[in-house]
């Protein structure tokens, strides 16, 4: 694959994140744009994106196996136009929901398209750069976003939905430098090895979920936290959150670096990583020490979020890439949109989690896995 089809397939990193990121500045602002709509409805504009993602990736597996991946994203990404700058052009909150509706459904197409033809078309080294590179993409972009995100809310909320414009672009890329792939191998019935997935796959799709979960506690948890102890403002919680996805991007930018010196122990050093980060928010006292222990946070995503497509595509059969990666992204959104309702009905346990003991026993815990993994590592 050339250079510019590569550019062309990591643009489209950006689509899954932007998708929900972009809404979110706007749920005051469509409080009071709408005032007789229930302000619980009114949260759901972020939301419903994420639920109209999930069934859209069940049909994802079929949709490869039917027709060309171009073709998919090409009308993915049309959606996600629509989707995105329909709600600027919109007076009506019922209408404004449907458009997001429609947001959720384009990334539903896009996302497991875009991860199963790096799956495919790259491997070893190769294969672990691209998910790197889209780690990387997605943390300097979210980074650049989230500082200016507020300064866009200011022109009033239809300017926000119409940054979504930015897809056009990418739209562009994708037509005249993407291939034309054709559609994934079908999967005959009659050998049902070429299309189950292996145990291993859901053990390595649970685990990378629960590191995702953990990884979005910041955002979910970090206002109330720096509140309780009186460090930083409203406005810190913003640049921690860009501090966490710059450290996220230089490790993905490093992957290929670190996997060939630590190998198959990379990810539980990782998960050390994550303890050490945790530690740190626990004990800080300043907003700069939770600098430092967000950017090792988004450091360890930075490895562990690639890791887990690298390993899927290291033991799914070809065949059953598309439903792999497909059901790989359903488990990321289902811990990733029900992080706040497991948050809220087990506020006790994260804050066992945030205890600086208890985060030291996960830290031994994570070394005696690096121990475990090691001696075992054949058998992965």
Known sequence: MGLKSRISLLFLAVTATFG?????????????????????LIQWIVTI????????????????????RKNILIVGLLLY????IGPALSSSFTVILLFRAIMGISIGLISPAFNSLIAENFQGRERAKMNGYVIS??????????????????FGWRAVFLTYLYAVIQLILVVLFLPKFSPAPNIESRNKASWQLPRMFYAVAIAGSLTTMLYFLIPTTMPLYLADNGIGSVSSVGYLTALS???????????TTFAPVFGRMLAPLALMVMAVGFLTVSMAHSVWTVGIGVILLGFA???????????TAEIVPVASLPMGISLLAGFHLYFSIYKSVIYERHSSAVSF???????????????GNCDWHYANYKKW
């Open 20 to 40: 929900t990121m972009i809404a979110a500045p706007v749920v005051k602002l469509l409080a009071v744009a709408f005032p007789e709509t229930d302000r619980s």
């Open 49 to 68: 994106s994420s639920l109209f993602i999930l069934p859209t990736l069940f049909m994802a597996s079929y949709l490869a196996r039917n027709f060309p």
């Open 81 to 84: 136009i629509v989707g995105g």
């Open 137 to 154: 993409i997605t943390g300097i972009g979210g980074a650049v976003f989230l500082p200016i995100g507020g300064n866009i809310a200011s």
């Open 245 to 255: 996805l710059i450290g996220s991007f230089i490790a993905g930018l490093s992957l």
């Open 301 to 311: 995503q930075g490895f562990l979020f690639p890791l887990t497509f690298n390993k």
């Open 353 to 367: 989690l945030l205890d600086q003991r208890n985060l030291l026993a996960v830290g031994r815990s994570a070394a």
